[in-house]
């Protein structure tokens, strides 16, 4: 069984706030929203509680609606949205879809002054015709001599409903502060209730299945709940400088069986790589010795070494044209087991023999490249890679036939990849880049699922983190680790990696600051207090390299086997 799909709609939803009752600077509290519950009657979600919005409108594009709109024209509209044009209706809709479903009226004078209350009120009595088409928002705005602010109406959220559903829509959530003395009311026809609450009250009414909330609506509520004032969630919707659409998505278990994931699902970006035509025919379950197909070009099959460090197991890659019967690399053969190696070449067999002509590696821990020597002798491919070092535990048997440079294009049969040279987790560590997709194999590099050991005298914490920052530039569309899943969003997942690194930096400071002189034992308890103490013995490696970090930038030194946080650290504010 697959999912059937169809083209979502474009609509707009708008998120409304206002502080509530008896806030104040003395007595903080979270902004208070505004919620409609849709009748029992609605073709679409029948009895939820959402927020004000609903598809676009064609009269929301027109030039009279556009010739409304200030402080933000088409181009730059589009631009926030991510879309080459038509940006602008957006903002039209959710002003317009905000009077009509709650009667406050988001609208501006020709002096910028907002609409008063009794004003907004003496229009209520419009709401019905706007609501039943004959009467045009751009005409009302225009023969009211009102406008809408653009500037006041901020972009937070994308949302696509799932393929297979009835009405799918593609939903850009905005938000804004309610304008003062207007209280709103439902139109008590598709909603027949409202109510301003706050984000924690109606997610805990949800909880007790007191009201239907819906994923997106939810998870929107949990965001807001961070927020102290409706303007502190305007400023930081303002601030958002990247936003991704949450579509969910459906994709097949080893059974054959459907299921819906979401962006916080591990396999949400791999799912959506795979099957960009939305089927829902891509398995989501990462099996050992069954291989895989990403796209066009790739096909990951995982090793059966599964473990702690290693998630599901190790992920070779074979690289490219397949169906068009071309020379194959393997990118990561993983570690020396026959029927893992089988696999691999039953993969790249061709009908005259086997198609694998290369063999690159990220580097040479024991999980990752001895199953290139077996490779080779089998298919006499070219062994690519870097030599192995000296320190830690490595591929002792480890032999490449050719050293790439950093930078160097590696041109294959039919597509190129570049090879980068990324040090920290391990000093001769590479990436690889698949430059007509923008698939970067990223080894033990950035994981999915898990940080990164970094485990001294060959790992190092301050060349893994600028080897992070290089990758920023390369623009990569999509990660695929060592270890797991495809990892979406590259740009966003790097600057995450290297901020956390950087807060456990900060507990290492804070914990010697504490302490004053300590060892690697008596940190570890202090600065990985949320990992369990089964894993403390890893937590060491990184911690070790955290503390040389330090060291080597003479924030702290080290005697008699402690650490001693330096003299201008301390006294640091």
């Known amino acids: 069984m697959t999912a059937a799909r169809s083209e979502p709609r474009p609509a707009a939803t708008i998120l409304l706030l206002r502080e509530a009752a008896g806030a104040g600077p003395a007595v903080p509290a979270a902004p208070e929203v505004f919620m409609l519950q849709r009748t029992s009657k609605a073709a679409f979600l029948p009895g939820a509680f959402v927020f004000p919005g609903g598809a676009l409108d064609p009269d929301d594009a027109s030039e009279r609606a ?14 926030r949205l991510g879309i080459p044009a038509g940006g602008l209706a957006y903002w039209v809709a959710a002003a317009r879809e905000c009077f009509e479903e709650s009667g406050i009226l988001l609208a501006w004078d020709e002096h910028d002054r907002p609409v008063p209350p009794e ?67 439902h139109d008590r026809s598709e909603t027949v209730h409202s109510v301003w609450v706050s984000p924690r009250d109606a997610l805990e009414r949800g909880r007790r299945k007191e009201i239907e909330l819906i994923y997106p609506t939810h998870s929107t509520l949990a965001d807001l709940a961070a927020m102290r004032t409706p303007r502190e969630a305007f400023e ?64 990951r099959i995982t090793a059966p070494n599964p473990g702690m460090m290693t998630g599901p197991g190790t992920n070779a890659y074979l690289v490219g044209r397949r169906d068009e019967g071309g020379a194959l690399a393997v990118i990561d053969p993983g570690p020396a087991i026959d029927s893992h190696v089988a696999k691999i070449l039953e993969e790249g067999a061709g009908r005259s023999g086997s198609r694998i002509r290369w ?57 190129a990849l570049r090879a980068v040279h990324t040090p920290g987790h391990a000093s001769n560590h590479l990436c690889y880049l698949l430059e007509e997709t923008r698939m970067l194999f990223t080894g033990d590099h950035v994981m999915q699922g898990s940080t990164v050991v970094i485990n001294p005298p060959d790992g190092d914490m301050r060349v893994y983190l600028a080897s992070l920052e290089r990758l920023l530039a390369l623009n990569a569309a999509i990660f695929a680790p060592g270890h797991g899943y495809l990892i979406g969003a590259p740009q966003r997942e790097i600057r995450r990696l290297i901020a956390h690194r950087l807060a456990r930096e900060a507990k290492v400071a804070a914990a010697l600051q504490r302490r004053g002189p300590s060892t690697l034992e008596e940190l570890v308890t202090d600065v990985y207090d949320e990992v369990s103490p089964r894993l403390h013995a890893v937590a060491m490696r990184s911690l070790a390299a955290h503390l040389d970090k330090l060291v080597a930038e003479g924030r702290a030194r080290r005697a008699a086997g402690r650490y001693i946080l330096s003299a201008d650290e301390r006294s640091a504010p």
């Open 66 to 79: 556009l010739r409304r709109v200030r402080g933000l024209d088409d181009a730059q509209a589009s631009a």
């Open 119 to 185: 004003r907004a009120a003496a229009l209520e009595s419009l709401r019905a015709p706007l609501n039943a088409g004959t009467l045009r928002f751009s005409e009302f705005l225009e023969r009211e001599g009102l406008f809408v602010r653009a500037q006041e109406i901020a972009y937070y959220s994308h949302w696509i409903t799932a393929a297979s559903r009835p009405r799918r829509f593609s939903t850009r959530f905005f938000l804004a502060c309610a304008p003062a003395g207007q209280q709103g009311a």
């Open 236 to 299: 930081h919707a303002r601030r958002l400088d990247e936003i991704e659409v949450n579509a969910a998505c459906w994709a097949l278990d080893h059974e054959g069986s459907l299921r819906l994931f979401r962006r916080a699902d591990p396999p949400y970006y791999e799912i959506h790589w795979s099957d960009p035509e939305e089927k829902g025919d891509t398995c989501f379950v990462i099996q050992p010795g069954i291989a895989k197909r990403l796209d066009r070009l790739v096909t």
């Open 359 to 415: 063999i690159l590696t990220t580097h040479t821990h024991p999980d990752h490249s001895p199953a290139a020597a077996l490779l080779k002798a089998a298919t006499g491919a070219q062994v690519i890679g870097m030599p192995r070092p000296e320190h830690g535990h490595q591929d002792h048997g480890f032999a490449p036939d050719r050293v790439p440079a950093d930078g160097e294009r590696l041109q294959l049969d039919g597509c």
